[in-house]
């Protein structure tokens, strides 16, 4: 998951986000990441609304809470970041 967001903030979110629909979903981490790969390539409305999802489902999920709360801040929702944040136990990313 790591090598897939640091490929995302070297600026490759749309080849990231391809090859991530091509290996098909295998849980909340892998889906939110794939969801900010799409964020970040520009396909805003539909990855929020997907990480809003994973947010409501697997809040407990660790890279949901650190993705979700990145996205959050972006779109100015530091106060809902905070509080996803808050949720982590035993998470030096959090």
């Not at 995302?8 to 990441?33: C, N, S």
């Not at 999802?53 to 890279?63: G, H, K, R, V, Y």
């Amino acid at each position: 998951m790591c090598k897939f967001r640091s490929r995302i903030e070297l600026g490759e979110a749309k080849a990231v986000a391809l090859e991530m629909q091509e290996l098909g979903p295998t849980g909340a981490g892998f889906e939110v990441v794939r969801a900010y790969a799409e964020y970040r390539a520009g396909n805003k409305e539909k990855a929020l609304e997907d990480i809003h999802e994973l947010i409501q489902a697997d809040s407990d999920d660790n890279t949901v809470q650190v993705v979700g709360a990145t996205v959050l801040y972006a779109e100015g929702k530091a106060d809902e970041a905070l509080e996803l944040l808050s949720k982590h136990e035993n998470n030096l990313e959090a």
